[in-house]
């Protein structure tokens, strides 16, 4: 049985192609019919174990493929599960000034924008929750206050923005605007709505002193129709004007505007308000005062309309020669000469009638019927323009600041442009140097 059993481990090696499954009953039944004593199940262990093909090697008995697939060759897998998308990115939100910041100006714009996504609502209050008006611009991607903010204050923006899911992301922040050290308040001469003569230079008064007058300048913005050429010059530190090239054409119109609020005028003074006002220029109405013929003459518009006798400051207290404006007008004034210097021997306090402020110095035109006699002759008076009741209450009714009184050939000396509103005594380019 041994031999026998040889024979069918010779045959093992044996690869069989085709027919395996009949070969092996054959097999089966030549050992059966030999075999006499031996376990039939051990043979048969046997001829499974020479059916089966080596490890590792391909068996040709491999059963027949049952799809497409494989029968075309393909090798198939399981389908696998798809990765999910990442989440879109947070918006977001930033605003200027920044979060935190001081000293901020408060006319510095004030922004909320959004990047990554869309702004939802944006609210910005002041210290006392009240809102502050603001546009959200139509894209959604910025917001920006619409009002000038007040100093020394904290402010709180609170804005919601989304992504692209939807997602919402919510800010706050604040910031604080700027303490001036000092403020100042700016007026003017003429005042708003005013109707003034040819000669009337712009005066803006600040009640404090202005170390930075450029800044002052840069603040202040003068728009004549018809365009006429003018420029500023600082009397002091605490009063600019502004005069035309020339005096002003009649009829012109003027609009200043005096942005000083949120603006450093130096030295930590900062402006408490703006100012805007506006005035018309009359008729020219021009006083023409010849100390040679002791006489005035007033032309409207060029025309000669009255000729006046007049008597002028003696030669120890003598007009001053130049370009005076009409300044103020009384129906009564106290005259007394305390208020220039003289005391004592010549000193006078007078009440007079219809008096016209020419100067800052004390210089009127006004009504003075004790030297009516010397009116055309001679000069007797204490600088000022002395002429009859009845022409001084004439001259008080027609004449309205800015009217310019010219006075010549007097013994006295020049009006300073500082005093009254003696701007049109300096040459134009002259004028303009100083600013």
Not at 184 to 208: C, K, L, N, W
Not at 368 to 397: I, L, M, R
Request: proline share 7%; aromatic share 8%; with cysteine.
């Amino acid at each position: 049985m041994t031999k026998g059993l040889k024979v069918v481990n010779n045959r093992r090696r044996v690869r069989v192609r085709g027919a395996g499954v009949g070969l092996a009953v054959v097999l089966l039944a030549t050992v059966t019919g030999c075999s006499t004593g031996s376990s039939s199940g051990s043979v048969l262990g046997t001829l499974a174990d020479s059916a089966r093909p080596s490890s590792g090697a391909p068996s040709s008995s491999a059963a027949a493929p049952t799809d497409g697939s494989a029968a075309t060759g393909r090798a198939t897998s399981s389908p696998s599960s798809s990765t999910p998308p990442p989440p879109p990115p947070a918006a977001e939100v930033s605003a200027a000034p920044a979060n935190g910041t001081e000293g901020v100006d408060p006319l510095a714009p004030v922004t909320v924008t959004v990047a990554k996504g869309t702004l939802e609502s944006v609210r910005m209050t002041n210290p006392d929750g009240v809102e502050i008006p603001g546009a959200l611009a139509a894209d959604q991607l910025s917001w920006t206050a619409q009002t000038e903010l007040g100093y020394g204050k904290t402010y709180t923006l609170t804005s919601a923005a989304r992504n692209s899911a939807g997602t919402l992301t919510e800010s706050t922040s604040t910031f604080t605007t700027v303490v001036p050290d000092n403020k100042t308040r700016a007026y003017s001469f003429p005042s708003d709505g005013m109707t003034v003569g040819v000669g009337q230079p712009i005066a803006i008064h600040f009640d404090e002193p202005v170390a930075d007058r450029a800044a002052a300048l840069q603040a202040i913005t003068v728009t004549t129709t018809p365009a006429q050429t003018g420029g500023f010059r600082w009397i002091d530190d605490q009063e600019v004007r502004w005069r035309p090239a020339e005096f002003w054409q009649p009829g012109t119109t003027v609009a200043v505007t005096v942005d000083i609020y949120g603006k450093n005028l130096g030295n930590g003074l900062y402006g408490q308000e703006d100012l805007t006002f506006g005035f018309t220029v009359g008729r020219s109405m021009i006083a023409e005062v010849d100390d040679n013929t002791h006489t005035m003459v007033v032309k409207q518009d060029g025309q000669v309309i009255r000729e006046i006798p007049v008597s002028l400051g003696r030669d120890k207290y003598p007009t001053y020669n130049g370009i005076h404006v009409v300044a103020e007008k009384y129906e009564n004034k106290l005259m007394d000469s305390s208020t220039w210097g003289l005391t004592g021997a010549g000193a006078y306090r007078t009440n007079v009638q219809w008096a016209t402020r020419i100067s800052s110095s004390g210089e009127f035109v006004h009504a003075a019927p004790w030297s009516v006699d010397s009116q055309g002759y001679e000069n007797v008076s204490h600088g000022c323009v002395n002429v009859s009741t009845e022409a001084a209450k004439w001259f008080y009714d027609t004449f309205i600041p800015g009217d310019p009184v010219i006075i010549r050939n007097t013994v006295g000396p020049n009006l300073e442009v500082w005093d009254g509103y003696g701007d049109f005594q300096l040459p134009f380019d002259q004028y303009v140097q100083q600013a």
